[in-house]
């Protein structure tokens, strides 16, 4: 059985920091693409930050970069999101994915982060 379950979010102020955890189970984690997403009020749900398995390769929206961190544990089955600097436009529910392919697509329940400002 499938299961991603998030942890970390919570309520912080403007200019903080959070770290997002996503513990994997269930599947072959190291070959998946890890990615974390989010979804704001009435908003799409974006890709936030994704990295690859086996080469750590690794991708980061325009609105995150130089603030965000993503990484993962291949041997724990864990992958992180570090978020510095952190803005009121980054309040949203924070999804953790994993993903092989098109049959192979996996997602957690979801954590809320919320900003202050």
């Known amino acids: 059985q499938v299961q991603l379950v998030e942890s970390g979010g919570g309520l912080v102020q403007f200019g903080g920091s959070l770290r997002l955890s996503c513990a994997a189970s269930?599947?072959?984690?190291?070959?998946?693409?890890m990615s974390w997403y989010r979804q704001a009020p009435g908003k799409e749900r974006e890709l936030v930050a994704r990295?690859?398995?086996?080469?750590?390769?690794?991708t980061y929206a325009d609105s995150v970069k130089g603030r965000f961190t993503i990484s993962r544990d291949n041997a724990k089955n864990m992958v992180y999101l570090q978020m510095d600097s952190l803005k009121p436009v980054d309040t949203a529910v924070y999804y953790c994915?994993?993903?092989?392919?098109?049959?192979?697509?996996?997602w957690g329940q979801g954590t809320r982060v919320t900003v202050s400002s």
């Open positions: 990295i690859f398995g086996t080469s750590g390769s690794i």
């Open positions: 994915n994993a993903n092989f392919d098109t049959q192979h697509d996996y």
């Open positions: 269930g599947f072959r984690f190291s070959i998946y693409w």
